[in-house]
Nanobody, 124 residues
Framework: QVRLVESGGGLVQAGDSLRLTCAAS????????MGWFRQAPGKEREFVAA????????NYRDSVKGRFTISRDNAKNTVYLQMNSLKPEDTAVYYC?????????????????WGQGTQVTVSS
């Protein structure tokens, strides 16, 4: 079982930055691929970024490439999402997820464990 807890969300203005943190409860985190997804009101959950267990592979949705960076610290059982140049369309609840495939998967169905989410609101 993997318990994930996100933090770092908040209300910011367009152009600002935020760093989301996801803390995992177990050492098996180091074998898990990790992903960030988001869901805006009235919309489906969508992939944002993912990182492989080793940190050597990453994937991003096109709209965040060059602005968001995913990273991990296996010694701290933590994954991060650095979000720069935020836009109002980035407003959503952001979820951290873990996949035991170990891969930087873009598909939500590959992820077995999910956090409770953290709200990110970007005002124009």
């Amino acid at each position: 079982q993997v318990r994930l807890v996100e933090s770092g969300g908040g209300l910011v203005q367009a152009g600002d930055s935020l760093r989301l943190t996801c803390a995992a409860s177990t050492h098996t985190f180091s074998n898990a691929g990790m992903g960030w997804f988001r869901q805006a009101p009235g919309k489906e959950r969508e992939f944002v970024a993912a990182i492989s267990w080793s940190g050597t592979r990453t994937n991003y949705r096109d709209s965040v490439k060059g602005r968001f960076t995913i990273s991990r610290d296996n010694a701290k059982n933590t994954v991060y999402l650095q979000m720069n140049s935020l836009k109002p369309e980035d407003t959503a609840v952001y979820y951290c997820a873990a996949t035991l495939t170990g891969q930087a998967s873009v598909s939500w169905s590959d992820y077995s464990y999910w956090g409770q989410g953290t709200q990110v609101t970007v005002s124009s």
